[in-house]
């Protein structure tokens, strides 16, 4: 399967500070790319790189066979987009949205009428085509950019965080016309998310990126392989560095005081560690354990939680980046 996606050691900097460090990595024709990461890790800005809308300070990439720096306009021509933050004229109604951004992209006559008609079924937003966007549920409006975006038939379609601020039972919804998007046109998908969940359910593969790197590259699976098994995760209320025993594979300290332990079988591994804390006259304040999830990867790799980063912490860089830009 051919590379559709092509980066080597792209950084993008805002003034002293350093966005993206130097990510490479490659995406097949036809595959979900995750980008997983916190808010504020990169991931928006290295779309805008690959998208076009912010050059690189240095590195490369490809886009479809066109270099984001040399043939600008002609990546644009490949690739659909849906922003972070909406884009539609909520004003106008779903087909003057579709139908304005067709004439952007050349189409005209009957075949933008058909091509119109067709996604906003796809979409299942026909009977809505004569509404306007600002009497739509956010749900519907999302709907509405992943029509939008698909009207120029792209080689490559970018999502960036397509389901924040939707509730469950539409990012469900969602992830079901992602889906069916690769699954009917063959599309190449690159999203991004700081939904774990999102990228096991959706990705083929994914890249767990924190603070402007890319730490760990895979399929689901690969990626919690690296855990383990099973994990126990459990706090004593004195300091303990580790526990021992043969049921043990791996244990190390977590920065919070926990202690990650990977095991075979948990239902024969926890009363072995009740065991192990009276022997030793541990008191276990607190014990839990699942089979390994990707914020149970980012956990391992990085010291924390992956849903303990906050929007505020995007806010924050963003305006970081806005008033060195200004300088």
Not at 47 to 76: F, N
Not at 268 to 279: D, M, N, T, V
């Amino acid at each position: 399967m051919e590379d559709i996606i092509v980066v080597e050691n792209l950084v993008k900097k805002f003034g002293d500070f350093e966005a993206v460090k130097g990510v490479s990595f490659s995406v097949k024709k036809g595959e979900i790319f995750a980008f997983l990461g916190p808010n504020g890790a990169g991931k928006t800005t290295t779309i805008h790189m690959l998208t076009t809308l912010l050059k690189p300070t240095s590195g490369k990439a490809w886009v479809a066979g066109h270099d984001v720096l040399k043939e600008p306009r002609e990546v644009r021509r490949k690739i659909g987009i849906v922003f972070q933050d909406q884009s539609l004229d909520r004003e106008l109604t779903a087909y003057e949205n579709m139908y304005i951004h067709g004439k952007i992209y050349g189409y005209g006559g009957e075949k933008l009428k058909k091509r119109i008609l067709e996604l906003l079924e796809f979409v299942e937003l026909l009977e809505f085509k004569d509404k306007p966007v600002k009497t739509f549920s956010g749900g519907m409006a999302r709907r509405l950019e992943i029509a939008r975006s698909l009207i120029h038939e792209p080689e490559v379609l970018f999502l960036d965080e397509p389901t924040i601020g939707l509730d469950p039972h539409t990012r469900a919804h969602m992830w079901e016309y992602i889906s069916k998007m690769k699954k009917e046109h063959n599309m190449t998908i690159f999203l991004t998310t700081h939904y774990m969940d999102e990228a096991e359910q959706l990705a083929d593969r994914v890249a767990i990126i924190d603070h402007g790197k890319i730490i760990a590259l895979g399929t689901p699976t690969e990626l919690k392989r690296m855990v383990g098994k099973e994990i126990i995760y459990v706090r004593f209320s004195e300091a303990v560095e580790c526990l021992e025993g043969d049921f043990i594979e791996s244990c190390r300290k977590l920065p919070d005081g926990r202690l990650e332990l990977n095991v075979e079988d948990s239902g024969r591994a926890i009363p072995k560690i009740f065991e192990l804390a009276q022997q030793k006259g541990l008191k276990i304040e607190e014990i839990t354990y699942h089979k390994p999830t990707l914020n149970d990867v980012f956990l391992h790799l990085t010291g924390r939680e992956l849903r303990e980063e906050g929007p505020e912490n995007s806010f924050k860089t963003m305006a970081r980046m806005r008033m060195r830009m200004r300088r």
